[in-house]
């Protein structure tokens, strides 16, 4: 097992110092298709992974809008990139209040007429390692799953119209994997339901962390076949991923010039305050993939669950 262990992070290690390599190489004229009249949005991005995915597209020349909950931090997390010579705009933004989101979607239509991307990286985690802070459920399905779902919604309308298209990055987890090895659903017969794109609706997915969270109040939890290890954060980034492939399948449909291309990865386990410093790798390797999707010339790539740059199975 020490054997696997040990090649495995080898592995992980080789990848990221190929990311690292990859960052160095600039993207060509013709891969280009972004300026700095691109705008960007990027949520819970006053530090963290947040912080570094809209410090990267601003050094790609785009026009980043760093929002946070706290005002004064964001404040104070854009002037450092400002001072940087980044063209970095903030504005307050509570996914969890309609109210903020309502007030951000205003002012960004007013200020900027419409957006071209959007990072959903706003989240939550009360989970260390294994152990289950269970209590937290709603709140970390609240924000994570619902604040995401409400934020694309909410920003679909001003979303600009182009031959490149729009673009959606979902930061997700792999813990939310369907189909894992390890901490799925147990249920097959839901985990049928929830793989097949014909039966996948976001009715569903609803309905799924809503009887997740029934059986957290009724104390049945444990014995409803959920993921065992990190269980809220592991039920609300399944939703996630499987909203994103329902959002592409309805995105699809849109005509040329007007498609909107949605997809969602994984981070990886990041040195952030989120896991209490533990992670094994830095914010700037977890928002290397999340910025490539961003900014991917290839417009067919929609719906699709990646790690590392490489894609992976839901």
């Excluded at 706003?122 to 409400?150: L, M």
């Amino acid at each position: 097992m020490t054997g696997k262990k040990e090649k495995s992070k080898e592995r992980r290690e080789k990848r990221l110092q190929e990311i690292s390599l990859l960052r160095t190489i600039p993207y060509s004229d013709h891969q280009r298709w972004w300026s700095q009249e691109t705008i960007a949005v990027v949520t819970g991005a006053n530090r963290g992974i947040g912080f570094e995915i809209a410090r990267q597209l601003a050094a790609h020349g785009l026009t980043v809008i760093l929002t946070s909950r706290d005002t004064s931090v964001g404040i104070e997390a854009a002037k450092v990139l400002q001072e940087g010579g980044f063209n970095v705009d903030v504005h307050q933004l509570d996914i969890l209040d309609s109210e903020s989101i309502s007030n951000f979607v205003d002012w960004a239509k007013e200020k900027y007429g419409g957006i071209d991307i959007l990072v959903n990286n706003a989240a939550v985690n009360f989970n260390i390692g294994t152990e289950n802070s269970i209590e937290f459920a709603k709140q970390t399905i609240d924000t994570n799953y619902y604040g995401t779902k409400n934020m694309i919604k909410a920003m679909l309308p001003l979303m600009r119209c182009s031959s490149h298209g729009s673009r959606i990055v979902n930061v997700s987890s792999r813990l939310g994997k369907l189909n894992g090895r390890k901490n799925r659903i147990e249920d097959e017969e839901l985990r049928d339901k929830l793989s097949n794109l014909d039966t996948l609706t976001e009715e569903l997915i609803d309905n799924t962390v809503s009887t997740f969270l029934q059986q957290v109040d009724d104390g049945t939890w444990e014995s409803g076949g959920w993921p065992k290890s990190c269980t809220d954060y592991s039920v609300s980034k399944l939703a996630v991923n499987l909203y994103t492939r329902v959002m592409a399948k309805e995105l699809s449909e849109r005509p040329e010039g007007e498609k909107i291309y949605i997809n969602c990865y994984c981070p990886g386990s990041v040195k952030t305050v989120m896991t209490g410093w533990t992670g094994n790798t830095t914010a700037e390797n977890a928002a290397d993939t999340g910025v490539w999707l961003s900014l991917l010339p290839d417009q067919a790539i929609t719906g699709k669950f990646f790690a590392e740059r490489r894609e992976i199975n839901f």
